[in-house]
């Protein structure tokens, strides 16, 4: 079919100012939504268009209307949980269409046509719609068949958009309610191996990707398309370790696709086989032994955080598919997680946010930890912060109490001694192998954390100087005995 | 005797004994990253680097001439496979002429940051610490890859600039007669004193943004004033012309100290007023070196101050002619005048006021800061204002009727421009609009003047048939902001790999354009609309300024300042091109935590393979555009130039039906794999804008794109050839490796095609491409042409 418009991705992010506009749909003035359902193959006609209201040929220029578009979608691989997902590819698709913004998603979703689009063509929905179809048939092909039904009618809208409401609600608690325990399989993404060769992201239902851009139902949908892309199945196997989160499956498959660099990642973990990290983490946390507990800075904070170090440098300390403990690369979405970071004590450990951090997972906070994590506002340095925490009395100065198991796994500050905790007495005894490659910390353990390599100190005090590239010319030296 | 012994010794006495350690480290200064296989190279430490590159991107001659005219025993012809007296053969003569002209471009901007650094380190001391802002970790990638340090302050660059100036020596004696007797080693020389260059411009950069306290990595940068119409004529103007901004600098200084900084006019032509508006963005810019001659001969200056590279040779006959006093300020350029360094600030300004000499040479920054503004103001009092291009419309017209439309002109123009026509057009019919045509692709070099037997002053007709528009070019430049913050590189990171962000441009170098200069605002724009990044700097980043779409707009106004989708970012003066070859390194190091300390080879290989960036000179004609370019090839990042480009004499272009000749290292299988040509040129040169277009969207392609990375880049590769050839090209079937490489819209089309035309099998229920790719495409492929990576990282 030809098109009265081009598509390219190159009009993504084409914004229609209100004096170009021919017709705006939805947005602030008026209903709208967007909904992608399965369908049995037998129910749709494919590529079949039907309007409901009044079509673009028949608006009233630089007038608002109600709005919905509703797809039905059918084939062998289609199922309910992959509705969400192809949604979403709507407005990714509808942005190609050179005079046609699509703004947000599900009922926020917010239209405008140019009127140079109408004046090129552009005088009917059933364009826009076979477009659409024909872009999502293109790039998912486990859509066998689709159709289409646009509403402009503002009672139909109006009507259909309470029920569809029910559907968001039942989406969103469906995503809520699923657990890494209620999925046979887990999803790879390797995309970032083309830049970090090693890394290999997992995704779980209770943990995004790190560049947050990926959650396990987008890695689902992205697996039916090609098994064998960037996002394959990784079959979970046996659970190792119900809390860091460690699975046979898992472990195997990152020691293939990492090329062996390392064999054993705990998804929810900090400090024990932590998940790696590319490049493209949106947050990186970071463990402050002065006060036993971990930090999280966002890529948008550029000041220092009460470590004396900024993002950019202690991204700098992680990265290029690594296990690097004492740093954590995660997706914001991942503090939605119930299991963030579970095994190293969760939001109960997690002691400094900048504030728009904060502000932004605000509601995944659990309210007794809420006031008690300190922000740039309260705390700038790490005096600072054990002050705050003090004052606050944060569960990491007497002790953490692991939620999950009711296990103490910190023995907080009680001594409050300047020196390093003891090596031994660690509070769990799971056995751990020997990893060359990595530093190993057990939980209770308190970690030496070098960000800087640190000279070893000479036994006995004083200066031990390292003299490098020096000429020393000596005329005569007299070797003697020295008296015992 | 020598004596060896081993183990601890107690030294119970040191007498007379002269310890002398070059540098003492304070705990956790040192660098704990392994030195790498090549820190400091010397010619033959990247020598195989070169190689293994150049039997892909074999060197291609374009000889301007057939004669070796460098030594005594020539001339010698060297056409028709003749060897010359010495035994050199044409190709590797003008590899050999590559060297030279790499060895002056490397040398201009070392010698500029020789210079530089000199002089902030004796007025700011060598303990000044590097900071470039607090996103910006790794100070300096191509300090850190080349020569294995990372710099803390101003006296540790010494070491960087100082093993640059040994590399230039080293391979300008190579070019002495007698002496390399292979093409591929004098390339390779090429490419090594073209990355000292590189250095060089760090150097030069790193010491100005820190001692002059320029923008450190900000994108929102202000705009300043850019075009020939900028300035207000009812102050003094101070012009600044040149490359090397620490020599003027204090006239804005002394002026602020004065309170009189809103009395003057400083503005400037080339890097030099560059980086004055890094300084202070109340500098306003003219613009690049084709408007030297313009501003000169319209007598906008009160005082004109040169320091060094692309200015003008006959710039103190022109200043002369027009009454403005020269102030030289470079060693580099002392234009044949009276050094008065150590003359008295009244001195000097008596001499050039009352015209007891032309100009002077001046080297001392803060003496210059004074003499300036005092000679301008007293210039400007006693000014001819009404003096133009000419004095009056009949001398305008007499000048025109002297022609005899004899061509002259127009055989020696670069552009060819029909001067010959708008002469014959006004005189015959007094309409000027033909001649005025002219004046936007004029560059103003003054070949035509010579050329004429009747004298006429034809630049002086061009600039004064289009006065009224001349004055009306006013637009904005947003400041150079240096470097790219490594935050800004971590979050392109996710959209590069999922195709949003196609690739990388980066328009830098001068303005020896084919035609009009628009056409670099078309070429740029049409890649931001289409969410590449466009990174650009020098004369290209200062007309990017000037050029003003329908609505009267810079793109500079148009497109934010950052490192991301769509965004438009000037680093600043040639020397900042350091930042952009900085920035793909960066990438290496960030993304892959690839170690950079004295490991240049890995990194150029990184980027080769997997960094869709590529440079694009439309207007090229400086020798440090030949090093800057040639260093950039050696950092696997390939470069489009405009057709004057040919006239370096030199391209490496790749054979893509050469298949052997397309091979990688895979990691990830320990097996050598053939692949698509990407990218298959590395040095290219193109006629038009539109092929400048398609060419430049298809060297983003890299082979280890993601799916949705290579379906973004083939997009935008077919689109754009459509557009401006009027058909796909030839070889994009060469870049599919499997369905999901395909743009979205025309998959079917395109399936079509290679099921019907290229014999692919397709299942087409599934949409899918059964056989026909040169290899499938592997999410975990992980190339590489070097051997010693390739081994490096499969023992794990």
């Known amino acids: 079919m030809e098109f ?17 506009m021919y017709v705006e749909l939805g947005g602030p003035t008026q209903p709208g939504f967007e909904l992608v359902i399965s369908a049995s193959p037998d129910e749709i006609e494919d590529m079949n268009f039907t309007l409901i209201g009044p079509d673009i040929s028949e608006m009233e220029e630089g007038k608002a209307y109600p709005y919905a578009m509703i797809y039905r979608i059918a084939g062998k691989q289609v199922e309910k949980d992959l509705e969400p997902v192809v949604e979403r590819r709507n407005h990714d698709f ?55 039904t646009y509403i402009t009618d503002r009672e139909e809208v109006e009507k259909r958009l309470q029920e569809t409401m029910k559907i968001y609600e039942e989406r969103d608690l469906r995503t809520l309610s699923l657990h890494d325990e209620d999925v046979e399989e887990f999803y790879s993404c390797t995309l970032c191996q083309s830049f970090a060769p090693t890394n290999v992201c997992v995704i779980a239902p209770d943990r995004v990707s790190l560049c947050g851009a990926i959650t396990w139902f987008d890695g689902r949908a992205s697996a039916k398309v090609d098994p064998e892309g960037p996002n394959a199945p990784i079959p979970k196997g046996e659970l190792v370790d119900e809390i860091g989160g460690e699975y046979t499956g898992v472990n195997e498959f990152a020691k293939e696709r990492s090329g062996g660099e390392y064999d054993r990642i705990k998804l929810h973990s900090f400090f024990e086989f932590p998940h790696t990290s590319c490049g493209c983490f949106e947050v990186i946390g970071f463990y402050m032994p002065e006060v036993d507990g971990i930090g999280w800075v966002h890529r948008g904070y550029d000041e220092p955080a009460p470590n004396g170090l900024t993002f950019s440098t202690m991204a700098g300390q992680t990265g290029g598919g690594k296990q690097v403990v004492g740093f954590l690369g995660i997706g914001i979405g991942y503090f939605k997680s119930p299991k963030f970071i579970q095994a190293d004590g ?7 946010m900048p504030k728009s951090l904060k502000e932004r997972v605000l509601e995944f906070i659990p309210d007794e930890m809420k006031d008690k994590i300190a922000t740039e506002e309260d705390a700038g340095t790490i005096d600072e912060l054990k002050e705050f925490l003090k004052k606050v009395n944060h569960p990491v100065v007497t002790g953490v109490v692991r939620d999950i198991d009711g296990a103490k796994i910190t023995d907080g500050w009680v001594e409050e001694k300047e020196e390093e905790a003891p090596i031994e007495a660690p509070a769990e005894t799971g056995k751990v192998q020997e990893t060359p490659a990595m530093q190993q910390i057990q939980p209770g353990q308190i970690p030496v954390f070098t960000p800087q390599p640190v000279m070893n100190p000479v036994s006995g005090g004083g200066i031990k100087l390292v003299i490098k590239n020096a000429k020393i010319n000596i005329e005569k030296i007299v070797v003697s005995k020295k008296d015992s | 005797m020598a004596l060896n012994l081993k183990g601890s010794f107690v030294l119970d006495e040191l007498k007379n004994v002269q310890i002398t350690i070059g540098k003492i480290l304070e705990e956790g200064e040192e660098w704990d990253e392994p030195v790498g296989p090549t820190p400091m190279p010397g010619i033959a430490d990247l020598r195989k680097w070169d190689h293994t590159l150049l039997e892909r991107y074999e060197p291609f001659y374009a000889p301007m001439q057939d004669f070796c005219t460098l030594c005594t025993m020539g001339p010698c012809d060297l056409s028709s496979n003749k060897r010359g007296a010495c035994g050199i053969d044409l190709k590797t003569a003008k590899a050999r002429l590559v060297t030279i002209a790499c060895s002056i471009g490397a040398a201009a901007h070392t010698a500029h940051a020789r210079h530089m650094l000199d002089y902030v380190i004796e007025q700011f001391g060598e303990d000044t610490p590097i900071d470039l802002g607090p996103d910006v970790n790794v100070e300096a990638p191509n300090i850190r890859t080349i020569i294995g340090v990372r710099p803390r302050t101003l006296g540790d660059l010494k070491v960087a600039l100082e093993w640059a100036e040994r590399e230039i020596v080293k391979v300008l004696h190579s070019t002495h007669i007698g002496n390399e007797e292979s093409l591929i080693d004098y390339e390779s020389k090429a490419m090594h004193v073209s990355m000292c260059d590189h ?15 320029y923008p450190k990595a900000e994108p929102d940068t202000p705009l300043v004033d850019a075009g020939f119409g900028v300035v207000d004529r009812t102050k003094p103007v101070i012009v600044v012309v040149g490359h090397n901004v620490m020599y003027a600098r204090p006239v804005m200084d002394y002026l602020e100290e004065q309170g009189r900084l809103d009395e003057f006019e400083i503005t400037g032509l080339c890097c030099t007023v560059h980086d004055m508006t890094r300084y202070n963005a109340r500098a306003k810019v003219f613009g690049p070196i084709s408007y030297q001659l313009r501003v000169i001969r319209a007598g906008l200056p009160d005082i004109v101050i040169s320091d060094e590279q692309c200015i003008r040779a006959d710039l103190l006959e022109a200043c002369s002619l027009m009454g403005i006093p020269l102030i030289a300020t470079s060693d580099a350029a002392m234009r044949g005048l009276p050094d008065a360094t150590d003359w008295p600030v009244e001195k000097i300004v008596s001499a050039l006021i009352n015209g007891e000499v032309p100009g002077v040479f001046l080297s001392d920054p803060e003496k210059i800061g004074q003499v300036a503004p005092i000679v301008a103001e007293e210039v400007f009092r006693k000014k001819d204002r009404t003096k133009l291009f000419f004095k009056s419309d009949d001398e305008f017209r007499e000048e025109i009727a002297k022609c005899t439309q004899c061509m002259n002109c127009v055989f020696t123009c670069p552009h060819s421009l029909r001067i010959d026509q708008g002469m014959a057009h006004a005189q015959k019919t007094g309409d000027i609009s033909k001649l005025a045509e002219l004046e936007d692709r004029c560059i103003a070099c003054m070949k035509c003047e010579q050329a004429c037997p009747k004298k006429i002053k034809i630049i002086n007709v061009i600039m004064q048939s289009n006065l009224q528009n001349l004055y009306a070019k006013t637009g904005m430049m947003r400041v150079g902001r240096g470097p790219i913050q490594d935050t800004e590189i971590r979050k392109v990171g996710q959209p590069i790999v999922f195709g949003q962000i196609p690739g990388v441009i980066a328009p830098v170098g001068c303005v020896n354009y084919p035609d009009l200069k628009d056409d670099l605002r078309e070429i740029i724009e049409e890649f931001l609309r289409r969410k590449y990044i466009v990174v650009t700097s020098g004369c290209h980043a200062m007309d990017i300024g000037m050029l003003k779409d329908e609505e009267g707009k810079t793109l500079y106004e148009k497109y934010p300042g950052n490192f991301d989708a769509g965004g438009l970012v000037n680093v600043g003066a040639c020397v900042a091109d350091s930042h952009i070859a900085g920035a793909a390194i960066k990438i290496a190091n960030i993304f892959a935590m690839r170690p950079l300390r004295g490991n240049y080879a890995e990194i150029a290989d990184y980027a080769l393979n997997r960094i869709g960036a590529v440079g694009f000179s439309w207007g090229p004609y400086s020798h440090k555009a030949a090093s800057i370019a040639t260093g950039f090839n050696r950092l696997g990042v390939p470069v489009v130039v405009g057709p004057h480009g040919t006239k370096y004499r030199r391209a490496y272009i790749g054979k893509p039906w050469k298949k052997e000749k397309w091979w990688v290292y895979d990691i990830k299988t320990g097996e050598k794999t053939y692949i698509e040509p990407a990218p298959d040129a590395l040095l290219i040169s193109v006629e038009t804008k539109e092929e400048a277009i398609v060419q430049l969207a298809k060297l983003t392609i890299r082979p280890n794109d993601t799916g949705m990375g290579r379906q973004i880049k083939l997009t935008h590769y077919l689109e754009l050839s459509k557009k401006y050839l009027g058909r796909y090209p030839d070889d994009w ?29 397709i299942d087409w229920e599934k949409k899918k491409i059964l056989e026909g790719p040169i290899r499938p495409l592997d999410p975990g492929f992980n190339p590489t042409l070097v051997e010693e990576v390739f081994e490096k990282y499969s023992r794990k």
């Open chain 2, 199 to 213: 250095i060089g411009m760090e150097v030069a950069d790193i010491a100005q943004i820190v001692a002059f306290n």
């Open chain 1, 346 to 352: 969760g939001w109960k450990r997690t002691v400094w």
């Open chain 1, 94 to 148: 509808q942005n190609y269409i050179e005079g046609y913004m699509h703004l947000n998603q599900r009922y926020d979703i917010w239209i405008r046509i140019s009127k140079s689009a109408v004046k090129k063509g552009l005088n009917s929905f059933e364009q826009i719609a076979k477009a659409t179809m024909m872009l999502f048939k293109n790039e998912l092909p486990f859509i066998e068949k689709i159709d289409a």
């Open chain 2, 733 to 761: 079937p060469i870049y599919v490796r499997s369905e999901a490489d395909l743009p979205l819209r025309t998959k079917d089309e395109l399936l079509k095609i290679l099921e019907d035309e290229h014999g692919w099998k």
């Open chain 1, 4 to 20: 009265p418009f081009d598509i390219s991705p190159m009009y993504e992010g084409e914004r229609i100012r209100k004096q170009d």
